[in-house]
């Protein structure tokens, strides 16, 4: 005898609701009152494969803090782990 399948709707009971995705009216209202910075900055970029953005966006997720400030931490351990590199932290 076959064995009866397991009802999988109730899973879902305890686990809360998702919050509802930002709105883009949202995301730019939150861009512009992000802290203004009054250090002057440049953009440093590269072309790398996907799998780095990938990660990046990971990272993103799992810690909260913005891919600047990640990219920020992994230049800094760069640069330190090159001793310095003549750049001022």
């Given at each position: ?11 879902l009971d ?76």
């Amino acid at each position: 005898m076959a064995k009866p399948k397991p009802n999988l709707a109730g899973l879902l009971d305890g686990i809360p609701d998702a919050p509802p995705p930002l709105t883009l009216r949202q995301v730019a209202r939150s861009r512009r009152n992000a802290e203004p910075s009054n250090e002057p900055t440049v953009l440093v970029g590269a072309n790398l494969p996907p799998i780095y953005a990938r990660n990046l966006a990971l990272l993103h997720a799992e810690t909260g803090r913005s891919k600047k400030q990640l990219l920020q931490e992994a230049l800094d351990m760069l640069f330190t782990a090159k001793g310095g590199a003549g750049i001022k932290f």
